[in-house]
């Protein structure tokens, strides 16, 4: 899979995903840990889709990215209160949110985010949106219920993923040591484990 919202990505000559819907399988949920924000330390997730869209194999492109499936990345504070960004984005894309972080927690005595989400598919709209550099890029904008008969696959990457060259990263170090996360792009030292359990219901 190759992310594909990246400056280093675009300028090594491979296509933007097709703008629109793709049909998306999540395959990770990576714990950032504290993140520092223009509102403090955030504990901060990402959570990555492949699409089953791959790139073209064709001339030009690099030979280790083609007919690898495109993929998408989404950030957010871990936060259950219903007006983050987490629970909306969430919300969007799970019927029914509620019974289903209720039997996640009874099942695993938490909310595992990485069981409630990783193998869920969806439907992911594709298309520009201006970020923090103040240029567009091309992302994941929001992920809406898989539609009935949504074409189903075995993910390339990920825990149960067919690439050699992925390894499922369970906190932020082996993510770091898979070049899946830039260490200049999350400068803060990790010296514990963090727990990406969501403290569901919030805690007031």
């Known amino acids: 899979m190759v992310e594909l919202n990246t400056k280093a ?57 083609q007919g690898k ?20 984005f969430l919300n969007n894309w799970f019927t029914d949110l509620e019974s ?3 039997k996640n927690m009874k099942e695993n005595g938490k909310v595992d ?7 869920r598919y969806g439907t992911g709209v594709i298309g520009n949106e201006k970020w923090n550099d103040g240029e567009m ?8 219920p898989a539609s009935p008969g949504h074409k189903e696959w075995q993910l390339v990457n990920g825990p149960s993923g067919s690439s050699d060259s992925w390894k ?4 932020v170090r082996e993510a770091r040591a898979n070049s899946l996360v830039k260490p200049e792009d999350y400068p803060n030292d990790f010296d514990q484990e963090n727990d990406s359990a969501l403290d569901f219901p919030p805690k007031m």
């Open 168 to 171: 499922y990263p369970k906190s």
């Open 137 to 144: 890029h091309t992302t994941l904008k929001s992920v809406i």
């Open 113 to 119: 985010l990485s069981k409630l989400l990783v193998g």
């Open 100 to 102: 289903e972080l209720e």
């Open 69 to 88: 499936p495109y993929g998408f990345y989404k950030t957010f504070a871990l936060s259950a209160n219903e007006k983050s960004s987490l629970m909306k």
């Open 9 to 65: 990505q675009n300028e090594s000559n491979i296509p933007e995903a097709p703008h629109g819907t793709h049909n998306l399988q999540c395959f990770v949920v990576i714990d950032l840990g504290q993140q520092k924000t223009n509102y403090g330390l955030k504990h901060k997730i990402k959570i990555g889709f492949e699409s089953d869209q791959k790139i073209p194999m064709a001339e030009g492109i690099p030979e280790w990215a």
